[in-house]
DNA sequence: GAATTGTAGATTGTCGACAATCTACAATTT
DNA sequence: AAATTGTAGATTGTCGACAATCTACAATTC
């Protein structure tokens, strides 16, 4: 027998809500409507503004009082501002996972990172990047600052948005990341806090490349400016 | 003609209650509950549910499905996390304001120093923590980074009321954090990012130590004070 | 024809009521 | 008396309806 954790109106809403945006079913920019939305799932808005206010915190919607809730536009500014605070974020799990991974933990993460090794070989970008969440959540598991894995949770769904935008044009990165990857869980082993935040740099860095060609605004050479939409 | 920004119910309400937590008038623990609260202010509870969505956001309350809000309890565990990840993000503000700061803004930032440094002399703790603020978000401006800069501000809330605690219970740090203060300053005007992350670790530091004692948690005695930048 | 104004319909904000279920306490058992 | 169970009242979750106001488009003006 398993028990459900939470299984309320809000949840089921929002993650019905999330798995649309992410897979681009809903698209940025687009309007979504409390009263449509209820008649659909058969509830009342309530659940639903607060399923919204949730979609709100994950950064995936964005709330306009008296004008409603709307799929969050996924600017190249927003992603670079979104990496930026990732790796100051990310730097401190990496330096508790360094501190703190006894041979369990870092049993667990051989294992993941073998199978990344395994996947990135049959070159599937999509299983790369599920096993790369895998092993960035095993190491999340570490840390006993609660408010930091919460704040980075927050961010997930986001992220898994970016990923998937990206693999759908055939943007992929295993190469340059799964280096970094490596050095990672070498220095884990190590303990050398340098050479890891060194690498999640990198890695992040790969990954931000990756996520700009996917929005459409390619790293910068000259500068061009934001225009209005 | 001055023109409200937003003025909705759930704001005012939010507003409401913030002001009652920082104050210490609703204390950690205690129950808010819709029904009550909703008619003491002569609305429905459906504002109350979002305004208290608010205040979840800020960390001043705990929600707990079919069991209502409660105010936050305020543990040194906490505190101590929270102090972690605003020396991360800060980090990344210090970087900026050193990167980019003009002069107008030098100049901004030096007026309320010297400010900072008459109310010192006065040895007024609460206008001191008031001026420090200012500081800190007259730093904050600077950032192009609005994600950053609203993750920081959600913190905003919970730190004046950890300030409240210590100075309701007379404890005060002017001496320690001034000096730091004052490196920040000088660090920006001489580009020295190194410098001025050092004396922002320093200050927080600081500020972590006044504010476990307010939250009747003193440092542990073995404790190291700074970590590897 | 372009810009402005007015209007109908659509959409969000708020409300009060009812359903689901949680809490505190009383009644019962050991 | 301590622990367990049962129950009444209190509290949160959800709903449907109405009020406030926003949006898109038609009518009007220049």
Redesign the pocket.
């Known amino acids: 027998m398993t028990f459900l954790v939470s299984d ?3 949840d089921q809403i929002t993650r019905y809500l999330t798995e649309k945006i992410i897979s681009g079913d809903l698209r940025p920019g687009e ?6 939305l209820a008649e659909k799932l058969g ?5 639903i ?2 399923a919204l206010q949730v979609l709100r915190k994950n950064r995936l919607v964005e709330l306009v ?5 709307k799929v969050a536009p996924l600017s190249g500014q927003y992603v670079r501002w979104l990496y930026d605070i990732i790796f100051e974020l990310y730097t401190l799990v990496v330096r508790q996972l360094i501190a703190q991974a006894d041979r369990e933990r870092i049993g667990l993460l051989d294992a993941i990172l073998e199978r990344i090794e395994d996947i990135s070989r049959a070159g599937d970008e999509q299983a790369y990047y599920n096993a790369r969440f895998e092993y960035a959540l095993a190491a999340l598991e570490v840390t006993d600052n609660l408010l930091l894995k919460e704040m980075i949770m927050d961010f997930v769904p986001g992220l898994m948005r970016i990923h998937h935008v990206a693999l759908k044009q055939r943007v992929g990165n295993i190469g340059k990341t799964l280096v970094q990857l490596r050095k990672i869980n070498e220095s884990v082993k190590t303990r050398d806090v340098e050479k890891g935040v060194k690498a999640l740099r990198k890695l992040l860095n790969s990954d931000l490349e990756f996520a700009l060609h996917a929005v459409g605004e390619p790293p910068r050479r000259g500068a061009k400016k934001a225009r209005q939409p």
Chains 1, 2 share one sequence.
């Open positions: 309320s109106l809000p309007r979504i409507m409390e009263a449509h509830v009342s808005r309530a659940p503004r607060e009082p008296r004008q409603g809730a």
